[in-house]
């Protein structure tokens, strides 16, 4: 084997023995969960569900806030756990889904194709 694998399979024993893996798994479980009602609760999804009609801005703050506790997750799951916490990344389209939200309203209207 080869200087690297010699090294990835050093820093994953080490990873395991420290324990850390049970911390990690419990950072991916929390950054999953947020992600999952954000999704669940985004306006496209949570009216083909239940027939709720909220205003948009309630649906934003609610989205807004949901997004703020997952960027907080990730960003201690990534602070305790290391490299490794970059896999909590990836449900990050529906933890930061207000972001997007804007981005792509931003591009619409710039594009012309505003409501």
């Given at each position: ?56 801005r ?25 490299w ?13 889904f ?18």
């Amino acid at each position: 084997m080869n200087e690297f694998n010699w090294r990835v399979r050093d820093y994953a024993r080490r990873y395991v023995d420290e324990g850390r893996i049970k911390t990690l798994v419990w950072f991916l479980i929390a950054s999953f969960a947020i992600a999952g009602i954000e999704w669940a609760l985004s306006p496209f999804v949570i009216r083909s569900w239940l027939d709720v009609s909220l205003s948009d801005r309630t649906y934003f703050v609610v989205l807004f806030i949901f997004a703020s506790f997952w960027s907080a997750v990730v960003i201690a799951g990534f602070l305790k756990c290391g490299w490794a916490g970059l896999l909590m990344l990836i449900p990050i389209k529906w933890g930061l889904f207000p972001v997007y939200m804007i981005v792509i309203l931003s591009l619409a209207c710039a594009s012309g194709d505003c409501l």
